[in-house]
């Protein structure tokens, strides 16, 4: 005797394995931002320990307070600034 699965379990199962899928490919020790026009970044969270970083940091809070609609963590800034900024805190 087979079971049926009714077609809205089936969506949000996919849906959750997308999720996941993406919480996956972010390793131990980073984190994903979101920069731009939503350009997904992934950097080493020690760079939160950066004066530098944590300006960005103030200016997310002050933009979006702690609303992210892309459910991370969301960086007011242009893809340039944000690269310029990391490639500085990567030679550290």
């Known amino acids: 005797m087979g079971f049926r ?11 959750a394995s997308r999720v996941i899928s993406k919480v996956v490919d972010v390793p131990k020790g980073y984190l994903a931002v979101y ?5 997904r970044f992934v950097i080493p969270i020690s760079y939160l320990n950066q004066p530098s970083f944590q ?3 103030s200016q997310a809070e002050e933009e979006f307070g702690y609303d992210h609609s892309m459910g991370g963590l969301t960086i007011p800034c242009t893809e340039d600034v944000f690269q310029h900024i990391t490639s500085r805190l990567n030679g550290i």
């Open 5 to 15: 699965v009714p077609s809205i379990i089936r969506k949000s199962s996919f849906s």
């Open 35 to 39: 920069v731009g026009k939503q350009k």
């Open 55 to 57: 300006d960005l940091l």
